[in-house]
């Protein structure tokens, strides 16, 4: 079946340092791919979404690239902040339904 | 708007009581999915509806877990005989639809379930 596999945390970094947090899937056919994010306290949120192959998805300074033929889709930010603390789910919807399939999520610690 | 609301926040119950968990969709969205969540996991997929109908509930683990939507809106998730190993954060997710395209779901905070 389907399955999503990312990088084990926890993750500290300090304040502007550069973020990457890994993410392969296994799918069959064409999946959606999803970054959610859960801050402190908070409901899961959408971060960042791509639906075909070579799409970029960004927002607030995050970015994935949607990569067929290495079945990844890193979650990239070029100089995090302490706000940006909390942990991010990938995840990957396909079939009729389109149920999400999350991985086991990356705990993302940014010291001042 | 509103987003989505679940009820109750915290469940504590003893292990083989009934329980009943409620989420109430965004306005309009007519897809709407159940997630489990235990500790240091994401989400497992629980069930999903299209309006009133279970469109798929592939992901219920056993004939004690059951979730209606008689109205096409609110949802009830259905707990019989609860396990300690029911243990978790029930998660309702909604769309505007499904099939096709990456709709996306809110989410909304969860009901923490306790088995004691």
């Known amino acids: 079946g389907d399955s999503v596999t990312q990088m084990e945390g926890p993750v500290t970094l300090s304040e502007e340092a550069f973020l990457t947090i890994n993410c392969t899937y296994t799918?069959?056919?064409?999946?959606?791919l999803f970054w959610y994010v859960q801050y402190p306290g908070e409901g899961l949120q959408l971060l960042l979404k791509a639906t075909k192959a070579d799409d970029k998805g960004s927002n607030k300074g995050f970015e994935a690239t949607y990569r067929k033929e290495t079945t990844s889709f890193h979650l990239e930010k070029g100089s995090v902040q302490v706000s940006d603390s909390a942990v991010y789910f990938c995840?990957?919807?396909?079939?009729?339904?389109?149920?999400?399939?999350f991985g086991s999520g990356t705990q993302l610690t940014v010291l001042p | 708007g509103a987003g989505v609301s679940q009820t109750p926040s915290n469940k504590v119950t003893e292990k083989g009581k009934y329980v009943e968990l409620r989420c109430d969709p965004i306005?309009?969205?007519?897809?709407l999915y159940w997630y489990r969540q235990s500790l240091g996991q994401g989400p497992e997929f629980l069930i999903y509806f299209q309006g009133t109908g279970a469109a798929d509930d592939s992901g219920l683990p056993n004939d004690r877990f059951f979730a209606v939507r008689p109205e096409g809106s609110v949802s009830t998730l259905k707990i019989q005989r609860t396990e300690r190993g029911d243990s978790a954060v029930y998660l309702c997710?909604?769309?505007?639809?499904?099939?096709?395209?990456?709709?996306?779901?809110?989410f909304g905070p969860g009901t923490r379930l306790t088995v004691l």
């Open positions: 799918a069959t056919g064409y999946p959606s």
């Open positions: 306005s309009g969205h007519t897809a």
């Open positions: 995840a990957l919807s396909a079939g009729s339904a389109r149920q999400l399939t």
């Open positions: 997710a909604s769309s505007l639809f499904s099939g096709g395209g990456a709709n996306e779901q809110f």
